[in-house]
């Protein structure tokens, strides 16, 4: 809503907007709530106001308005960073890794998500009963469904801040994911209603505010390999296990998946920076010392640990 053209501000608690009502273009007064307004006076006065939005929700409309403010992002050195490692999931909403550029990690955490999880299974499952006898416009149950997987990902999002302030983190690293394409296999439906990408709007508008940064890395073998360099990871009925959270070395050691996953995408952010912050000759002659760090899709935390090892050297 353009200003003086579609809204104005006519007294502290009421406005008028230009809509299009009665077959025409015309004026209409609308009341604003004291609460409302009182809330922006008070915690909104230094930031800049944009132009109103006019939006349905259900059968009613309503006013969003919007705020404009400026925010410094940190500018901190790779060897002084502590970064924010996080593995989206399907069956855990987010495996977090607090970590340095040695290769320390400062604390592990684990987003679970089981009510909502469980509620929004019961959700598709109706819908899918309905579907069975042959209902197949079912807008509200999609409604509820939809509104289950949307406070999915505000959870996750406010998970991921929340321990970002606690560390008072610089960088928060996501993997690079792909969504284009069709989907196939058994697991269609959750990589369907996986929210991965809304998770990494809510949480760069959040931490954006804060003054930290989001990294992306490629995604590609994070679960895949194991966090000491050991090779290729077996999971569920190739290793003997109930379950697709836990993998299996090949040192026989079990570790949890997600976490390996993790720790992998903090080691790959630290490599990809310090090799570029590093000029030619000096980088060349570390890749030839680590030949694994040459190969952006196989690192892990282990290289990263070898990587430091032999600029220290």
């Given at each position: 809503m353009y200003r003086t053209n579609m809204y104005e501000q006519t007294g502290t608690y009421q406005a008028q907007i230009k809509v299009h009502i009665r077959n025409t273009w015309d004026w209409i007064t609308v009341n604003l709530r004291k609460s409302d307004i009182d809330y922006i006076n008070r915690h909104c006065s230094t930031r800049k106001q944009c132009a109103p939005t006019l939006q349905k929700r259900g059968k009613e409309w309503f006013l969003d308005f919007p705020f404009e403010e400026k925010a410094k992002l940190c500018d901190t050195d790779v060897d002084k960073q502590t970064i924010l490692a996080v593995d989206l999931g399907i069956n855990t909403a987010a495996t977090i890794s607090v970590m340095r550029s040695d290769g320390t990690i400062l604390g592990r955490h684990f987003c679970h998500l089981n009510k909502e999880i469980d509620h929004l299974i019961h959700s598709i499952n109706?819908?899918?009963?309905?579907?069975?006898?042959?209902?197949?416009?079912?807008?509200?149950?999609?409604?509820?469904?939809?509104?289950?997987?949307?406070?999915?990902?505000?959870?996750?999002?406010?998970?991921?801040?929340?321990?970002?302030v606690l560390y008072n983190v610089d960088i928060i690293v996501f993997e690079y994911l792909d969504r284009n394409g069709k989907l196939r296999g058994s697991k269609k439906q959750k990589l369907h209603m996986w929210r991965s990408q809304e998770v990494q709007a809510i949480v760069t508008n959040k931490v954006h505010r804060l003054g930290m940064r989001i990294r992306r890395i490629c995604a590609w073998g994070t679960s895949k390999f194991a966090y000491d360099d050991s090779g290729m990871v077996l999971r569920g009925k190739d290793a003997d296990l109930a379950t697709y959270s836990v993998c299996k070395f090949t040192n026989g050691k079990i570790y949890n998946c997600d976490l390996s996953a993790s720790y992998n995408i903090g080691a790959r952010y630290f490599i990809r920076e310090i090799l570029k912050s590093l000029d030619e000759s000096l980088r060349l002659d570390i890749e030839a010392k680590v030949p694994r760090c040459s190969k952006r899709s196989t690192c892990t935390l282990s290289t990263l640990i070898s990587l430091n090892a032999a600029l220290a050297a």
């Open positions: 109706r819908i899918k009963k309905a579907q069975q006898h042959h209902n197949c416009k079912t807008p509200r149950l999609w409604s509820r469904t939809k509104g289950i997987n949307h406070d999915i990902s505000v959870k996750t999002a406010q998970f991921i801040t929340d321990i970002a």
